[in-house]
C-alpha cells in the first residue's frame, strides 16, 4: 500500500524517487545508466493508489471527481496511478516504459500530463481507460506491460544468480578454513582494517583472481545479503560439521563401537565434552573418528550420560551397541567417569569399561623409571644435552647439519626409506615424562 500522501522514498539508495506521478521526473531525464535502476525501485513500490483521501470535485456542473473504485476497476497489472497534487491520473508501466514517454515525453495524457477527462471513464466502449489499454496484444500499454514484466524477471534471475556464487564463494572459504584448522574472525573487521580476519581476507584473496566473483561479493554485495556476517559463518560451518558426522555415521553403518570420552575447557573456560568413536568399518579397518564436542554444564555423571545420549539418538546410533568405553583415566573427570561408565554398563552389558592401557604403562614406567638410578641419570644427562644444544641457535644449526649429513649418508646406503614427511631433520624437544 503506497503511503497516503506524496512523499519522497529513500529505499533507493543513490537517488530518492518521487512517488507522485503529478511531479516526478520522466525515466528519459535520468542518466542511461541509471534508468533500469529507478524503473526497478517504481515497480517494487507499484503504482501509486492513494486511498482515504479527499479527491477534488471537477469544476464543471456534474461535479465529476476520480473514483479510488477505478482503482479496482481497472487493477489489471495495477498501472493505474493517482496525483494528489495535480488531481489528474497516470499509468506507470507506460510512464516506466512508453516509446512514446522516451521519444515524445508530452505526447500521452497518461504518462506526462495526466488524464482528467473523468466523463471518459467508465463510459462504455468508449472509456479512455479501456483505450488506453487497447485491445491488441501488441498496444503500447501492453507492450510497456511486457517490458516491466521482463525487467523483473531478468532481475530475479540475475539476483539469483548473484546470490549463489556469493553463497558459494563464502562456503569454499569457510571450508578452506576448516580444512587448515584457521580462525576465522579477526581482531578489527572494520571496513578500514588492514587486516579483517582470515575469512574475509580469503573473500578478498578470492576475488582478486576471478572479476565475477569481485562483482558480487564484499562492498559489492547487497547489505541485506553480503554472506559473510558471523551468523552465517557459523551457519555453514555447522553444516560442514553435520556433513562430516553424518558421513562418518554412514561408515560406522550396524557396526558395533565403542566411545571415547575427553573432556577440555575451551578459551572461555567452558566445559567441553568430546565424544569419539572407534569402530570396525565394513572393510576391517580399525577406525578412530572425532565425533562431537559438545558444551556441559557440569560434569556430573548424570549429565555427561545425558549429553552423550542426545548425541548417539541424533544419529541413531543405538546405546544396546555400545562395545567398550574409555576416558582418560588422569583428568579431573576421572571420579565422574567411574559413575557414567557403571551408568551406560547398566544399560547395555557388553559396554566394557576399558582404562586406557597405554596412559596406565605410561604411569607404570614414570614411576618405576624413577627408582631405578641408571634411568634417571639418563634422562636427567639428556635433558641437559638437549638444553645446551637448543640454548643457541648456532649449536642448534650445527646439530641440524650433522644430522642431515648422517641422514644422506643413511639414505645412501639404503639403511632407511625415504618419503615425504619420513626422517625430516626435526628440532629436537624437550624430554617430558612421557617421552
Ligand atoms: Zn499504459
Redesign the pocket.
Known amino acids: 500500500m503506497p503511503d497516503e500522501h506524496p512523499s519522497k522514498c529513500s529505499r533507493i539508495q543513490f537517488e530518492e524517487i518521487d512517488r507522485d506521478p503529478g511531479s516526478r521526473k520522466q525515466i528519459c531525464e535520468f542518466p542511461i545508466n541509471k534508468q533500469d535502476k529507478i524503473r526497478r525501485a517504481y515497480l517494487k513500490e507499484g503504482s501509486y493508489q492513494p486511498k482515504n483521501i479527499d479527491y477534488s470535485y471537477n469544476n464543471d456542473t456534474h461535479r465529476r471527481r476520480f473514483q479510488p473504485s477505478w482503482f479496482e476497476l481497472h487493477s489489471h497489472r495495477d498501472?493505474l496511478e493517482y496525483s494528489p497534487s495535480m488531481d489528474v491520473i497516470y499509468?506507470?508501466?507506460?510512464?516506466l516504459f512508453?516509446k512514446k514517454s522516451i521519444d515524445h515525453p508530452r505526447s500521452d495524457a497518461?504518462?506526462s500530463t495526466g488524464f482528467n477527462n473523468w466523463k471518459k471513464v467508465n463510459d462504455g466502449m468508449n472509456c479512455h481507460l479501456l483505450r488506453?489499454?487497447g485491445k491488441d496484444p501488441k498496444s503500447?500499454?501492453k507492450i510497456?506491460?511486457k517490458c516491466c514484466e521482463d525487467l523483473i524477471e531478468k532481475q530475479t534471475s540475475k539476483e539469483l544468480e548473484n546470490n549463489q556464487l556469493r553463497l558459494k564463494t563464502s562456503i569454499e572459504c569457510a571450508r578452506w578454513l576448516a580444512f587448515q584448522a584457521c580462525a576465522f574472525r579477526g581482531h578489527d573487521e572494520s571496513l578500514d582494517s588492514k587486516n579483517r580476519g582470515n575469512f574475509i581476507e580469503l573473500i578478498k584473496f578470492t576475488s582478486t583472481f576471478n572479476d565475477k566473483i569481485a562483482s558480487v561479493v564484499l562492498k559489492n554485495a547487497p547489505r541485506n545479503a553480503k554472506y559473510t556476517s558471523p551468523t552465517i559463518q557459523k551457519e555453514i560451518l555447522h553444516i560442514l560439521a553435520s556433513n562430516v558426522r553424518n558421513a562418518i555415521r554412514e561408515e560406522i553403518g550396524d557396526a558395533k563401537f565403542c566411545i571415547l570420552i575427553d573432556e577440555a575447557q575451551d578459551k572461555s573456560k567452558r566445559e567441553q565434552m568430546a565424544i569419539i568413536l572407534r569402530f570396525v568399518d565394513k572393510n576391517g579397518f580399525l577406525k578412530e573418528h572425532f565425533f562431537h564436542v559438545v558444551h556441559v554444564r557440569d560434569t556430573t555423571a548424570l549429565t555427561l550420560k545425558k549429553e552423550i545420549c542426545d548425541v548417539l539418538s541424533r544419529y541413531n546410533l543405538y546405546i544396546a551397541n555400545i562395545r567398550g568405553q574409555e576416558c582418560d583415566g588422569a583428568s579431573n573427570m576421572r571420579g565422574e567417569w567411574n559413575g557414567l561408565q557403571a551408568l551406560f554398563l547398566k544399560e547395555c552389558p557388553y559396554a566394557y569399561y576399558v582404562r586406557c592401557m597405554a596412559r596406565r604403562l605410561q604411569l607404570a614406567l614414570v614411576t618405576a623409571s624413577r627408582e631405578v638410578k641408571v634411568v634417571h641419570q639418563f634422562f636427567d644427562h639428556l635433558t641437559n644435552i638437549i638444553n645446551l644444544a637448543v640454548s643457541s641457535s648456532k649449536r642448534n644449526d650445527e646439530l641440524q647439519y650433522a644430522q642431515g649429513e648422517q641422514i644422506e649418508n643413511m639414505i645412501a646406503s639404503n639403511e632407511i626409506e625415504t618419503r615425504r614427511g619420513a626422517n625430516q631433520i626435526g628440532t629436537l624437544q624437550r624430554a617430558g615424562d612421557t617421552r
Do not use: E, N
Not at 91 to 95: D, E, G, K
Open positions: 498501472w499509468c506507470l508501466p507506460c510512464y512508453s497518461f504518462i488506453h489499454v503500447p500499454h510497456a506491460v
